[in-house]
């Protein structure tokens, strides 16, 4: 196919919860904050009253896809045009996909999700996987045909002229297979006892009792349950995900979007089969990393490689990442960052932000206890995330083929213990991730490589076999700390190396070679001018701050000038602060404070409830000589706007923390820095004494309250350095 979405563009987009009624005055608004803020695209997402109502308590009013729907779809597609953002479609009302909030199944019995039981009398037969019964049978292409034809084409009718123009793409949101294979729920749909039929040449219903638990776990039983699931995972990718794509071409638009559960290998045959199979079809392969399963201390994300793997494998040009729904209000711009780097090192070259609340009005507010907006203090540090996201995804994550392949087996994984699973899978991947390889996963059809080697991830000492070595991207030279690797080819046609740095330390990246690299400047290049890439014995290296990703490539190596250091003190005063006050909607107050910062540097001393926006003033004396060029201060919580003499000097959301001092004179200068903050003390407060009170918490806000690593400083350390 002709991809649909452009490359490059649309990274990095974000999710938009129309959890409103929203006035075109608002979308006008709204989607004018998400372009200046640095996004590229907007995927619009409905959140209809009706869903979910015990998580989520209020939403969209107006009927989902309805007349009044439709005529505001289009005014925002219209604004998106004019703006210069592209519009991403999402599928369903809520999630996940493929219901049409129930639609299909309404008036379409047949269509309804089913599943094999034992009955009374211990006989197996099919019923409804639910009372309620609004999932759909995903293996039946008449209730996939339903589903189009209720939802895409709808949208077709509204726009499509803006197809494969503004609107680039639908994303496709957590459609999961009904039961599990193993369980007292087995999958199973009207068309799949003729297909088995057909596919393994004998009745599948001699094999329906060994589908279910109390069997033992011979062999027999797997390879029933093995082929069993096969069929299924193969009729849910032909006739739901083929059928979908097969529109999406027909009408200009690209199929991108994740399943469920991608960083448990145990969890994959239960929730959508075999991904690789699955993700055949997505034009844009993605994962999502909403539940801080990537995070210091939790995870790396190696299961990102899972996107990149079918990218490689189908040629696919784009990956995605529906990132921090549930992360909560004390996610800081660092972390935030740091999540998005270990993502793009293992393969993803859009991240999708999650969500920009349409409404924060009353109960709203609460959804999944994250909401990238104004209304988040966190919010005017996005310029600098989403400048540096979209550099580093700047990529063609299918265009290089890794020469060592991870065998992914989901279905024996899925009847074994899965959290002893799912760990050593993750130990045997780090250990890859830790020997610099360029590494993806397996399908078992796949025939062994000519120039590169199939590991089983069941075998821990694979990952030692010294054949490895050979395969590393790069030479490690006794570096410093841990680090991930990438290969990859940029959009401009270079061939590069990124690299990113997990540890909270810092670390110094060294590595052998008889070539010469050079290092490709992101957006704010002041990083690189303070700990460039120097030349050493044999090879290369190069200092980085926590979380830090670079990329470096082969090129003439220029011999950087090592810049004067001297440090310095700053006497930091307090001149007002920024407050959230989270009510029934959420405000700021800009208050005149007057007071010295504390020698910690942080305002939690002063006012241990703040949530907001420091603005902080100091005096910086230069005498006769040379001028400084960049401050640097050790550390910032959790970002913050430089302006020297009145006049801004930049931006950092992450470290390290220099900025560049345009504007610096001989004799005494004003520094100004507004020190973004988070939410997090006061939404802590609002949940505390109010929703909970009131049994208005859900889940999600359950998870986010239980967070105890979430960084509560607000301030600025006093120590810094001046680089001349």
């Not at 209730?143 to 793409?169: C, D, M, N, P, Q």
């Not at 994550?397 to 009847?415: H, I, M, N, S, T």
């Not at 590069?496 to 990246?509: D, I, K, R, W, Y």
Request: glycine residues 10%.
């Amino acid at each position: 196919m002709v991809h649909a979405v452009s490359v490059p563009g649309g990274n990095p987009g974000i999710f938009w919860y129309w959890n409103c009624d929203p006035s075109e005055a608002v979308i006008t608004r709204q989607l004018t904050e998400i372009r200046d803020a640095g996004f590229r695209s907007v995927s619009l997402h409905p959140m209809p009253d009706s869903f979910r109502k015990r998580d989520f308590f209020a939403g969209m009013r107006i009927p989902y896809l309805g007349k009044r729907y439709f005529r505001l779809f289009r005014f925002a597609v219209s604004e998106c045009r004019r703006l210069g953002l592209i519009m991403i479609l999402y599928d369903e009302g809520g999630w996940p996909s493929g219901t049409a909030c129930g639609g299909v199944v309404r008036g379409n019995p047949g269509f309804a999700a089913r599943v094999l039981v034992r009955d009374e009398t211990g006989g197996i037969v099919p019923c409804r996987f639910s009372s309620s019964g609004w999932q759909t049978d995903l293996m039946n292409p008449l209730a996939t045909r339903k589903f189009l034809s209720l939802v895409h084409e709808r949208y077709w009718e509204a726009a499509g002229e803006e197809f494969g123009r503004t609107i680039r793409g639908i994303f496709t949101d957590e459609p999961r297979i009904s039961g599990a294979v193993g369980t007292d729920r087995v999958p199973w749909s009207p068309v799949l006892p003729e297909f088995f039929r057909r596919c393994n040449g004998f009745s599948v219903e001699t094999i329906y009792p060994l589908l279910f638990p109390g069997v033992g776990d011979s062999g027999e039983v797997r390879e029933a349950r093995r082929l069993y699931q096969e069929c299924c995972t193969a009729l849910t990718v032909q006739n739901f995900y083929g059928e979908i794509a097969a529109w999406c071409h027909a009408h200009r638009i690209a199929l991108e979007g994740h399943f469920s559960g991608e960083d448990s290998i145990s969890c994959h045959a239960a929730c959508f089969g075999d991904y690789l199979c699955a993700a055949a079809e997505l034009d844009v392969p993605g994962i999502d990393a909403i539940w801080r399963q990537i995070a210091p201390g939790s995870g790396e994300g190696a299961f990102a490689k899972l996107a990149q793997s079918a990218a490689i494998r189908e040629r696919r040009c784009e990956t995605l990442s529906e990132s921090f729904n549930v992360y909560g209000p004390g996610a800081d711009a660092p972390l935030l960052n740091w999540i998005a780097n270990t993502q793009f090192v293992h393969g993803i070259s859009r991240i999708m932000a999650m969500p920009f609340l349409a409404s924060s009005d009353g109960v709203r507010k609460i959804s999944c206890g994250t909401d990238f907006s104004p209304r988040n203090p966190l919010w005017r540090l996005f310029p600098a995330l989403a400048a540096h996201w979209e550099w580093a995804g700047e990529y063609d994550p299918g265009a290089l083929e890794a020469p060592v392949r991870v065998r992914y087996a989901p279905f024996p994984a899925a009847w074994n213990a899965g959290e002893k699973t799912d760990d050593s899978w993750n130990a045997f991947l780090r250990a890859l991730d830790d020997r610099w390889l360029f590494w993806r996963f397996a399908g078992n059809e796949e025939p062994e490589p000519e120039d590169g080697i199939v590991l089983d991830p069941d075998d821990p000492s694979a990952c030692s076999d010294e054949r490895l070595t050979r395969y590393a991207v790069l030479q490690p030279l006794n570096p410093q700390g841990r680090f991930r690797l990438l290969p990859c080819c940029r959009r401009d046609g270079r061939e590069a190396v990124m690299v990113f740095c997990p540890e909270l330390s810092g670390g110094v990246f060294r590595f052998g070679s008889e070539t010469d690299w050079t290092e490709l400047l992101p957006p704010d290049p002041e990083p690189a001018h303070i700990e460039p890439l120097h030349r050493i014995s044999g090879g290369f290296e190069a200092r980085f701050a926590p979380g830090e990703l670079r990329i470096f490539c082969r090129g003439k190596f220029r011999e950087p000038v090592v810049p004067l250091r001297k440090t310095c003190r700053l006497q930091w005063r307090v001149d007002s602060v920024e407050r959230f006050r989270i009510g029934r909607r959420i405000t700021c107050r800009r208050n005149t404070v007057g007071i010295p910062l504390p020698g910690s540097g942080d305002y939690m001393e002063c006012d241990p409830e703040f949530s907001g926006v420091l603005h902080l003033s100091a005096e910086l004396d230069c005498g006769e000589g040379p001028l400084p060029s960049r401050l640097c201060f050790r550390k910032l919580w959790s970002g913050g706007i430089l302006s020297v003499n009145g006049r801004r000097s930049g931006m950092r959301a992450f470290a390290p923390w220099v900025f560049c001092l345009d504007g610096i004179q001989h004799g005494t200068n004003r520094l100004e820095l507004e020190v973004v903050g988070t939410l997090r003390n006061e939404w802590m407060r609002a949940w505390r004494t109010g929703w909970k009170v009131l049994g208005l918490s859900n889940a999600y806000c359950e998870r986010i309250a239980a967070f105890d690593s979430d960084e509560s400083r607000c301030g600025v350390l006093p120590e810094a350095e001046l680089f001349f």
